[in-house]
C-alpha cells in the first residue's frame, strides 16, 4: 500500500503554463546514490553525473523548457525550469504536433 503524500502544488494551477518552476527529485527512500558530501563540497559519483547529464538534457526532450540554477545532493535534486512555451514533448513536435 502506498502512503499518501501531501501536495505542495498551488491547486487549479497549471504547471504547463508557462513560468519558473522550482523542482525537487528525490532517490527511493531517499537512498544516497548521487554521491556523498565531503569537507563541504558535494562528489558526485558515476550515477550522480548521470543525473547531471539526464538534468541538462530535459531540453532536448521538451524544447519549450529552459534551464536554470541546479544541484545534486546525496538523495535528491533541486533546480529551477523555466517553460517558455507550450509543454509538447520533441518526439511529438517530430510527429507535427507542435504548438507554436
Not at 534551464?67 to 509543454?87: K, R, T
Request: aromatic share 8%; net charge negative; charged share 25%.
Amino acid at each position: 500500500m502506498y502512503r499518501r503524500r501531501n501536495t505542495n502544488r498551488l491547486v487549479g494551477h497549471d504547471y504547463s503554463q508557462p513560468g519558473e518552476y522550482f523542482v525537487t527529485m528525490c532517490t527511493k527512500d531517499r537512498e544516497d546514490l548521487f554521491g556523498e558530501i565531503t569537507g563541504g563540497e558535494m562528489k558526485l559519483n558515476e550515477v550522480g553525473e548521470i543525473a547531471v547529464k539526464c538534468w541538462k538534457e530535459i531540453p532536448r526532450h521538451y524544447p519549450s523548457i529552459k534551464l536554470d540554477e541546479f544541484v545534486v545532493m546525496p538523495n535528491h535534486v533541486h533546480g529551477i525550469i523555466v517553460v517558455v512555451g507550450m509543454m509538447v514533448p520533441a518526439s511529438d513536435m517530430l510527429l507535427g504536433g507542435a504548438i507554436q
